[in-house]
Nanobody
């Protein structure tokens, strides 16, 4: 079993930055690839970013590429999502998740094994 806890969400104005954190426990952090997803009201959960077990490879949705950065700290069992130049359309509940799936499946939420409870990010215009 793996437990994940997100933090760092909040209400910001457009153009601002936030850093989300996801702390993990229960299993070896480096055994999993990690991903961030988000879900806005009335919309499906969508992929945001993922990082490989080693941290050497990252993947981003086109909508956040160049603005968001995913990183991990194995010593702290924590993965981060640095979000810059936030836009109102980034408003959503952000979830972190872990997966044992291969690289080709990291943008697929159904392939993730464990999820956090989510943290709200609201960007005002």
């Amino acid at each position: 079993q793996v437990q994940l806890v997100e933090s760092g969400g909040g209400l910001v104005q457009a153009g601002a930055s936030l850093r989300l954190s996801c702390s993990t426990s229960g299993r070896t952090f480096s055994s999993y690839a990690m991903g961030w997803f988000r879900q806005a009201p009335g919309k499906e959960r969508e992929f945001v970013a993922a990082i490989s077990r080693s941290g050497g490879s990252t993947l981003y949705a086109d909508s956040v590429k160049g603005r968001f950065t995913i990183s991990g700290d194995n010593a702290k069992n924590t993965v981060y999502l640095q979000m810059n130049s936030l836009k109102p359309e980034d408003t959503a509940v952000y979830y972190c998740a872990v997966t044992s799936a291969g690289w080709g499946y990291l943008s697929t939420p159904q392939r993730y094994d464990y999820w956090g409870q989510g943290t709200q990010v609201t960007v005002s215009s």
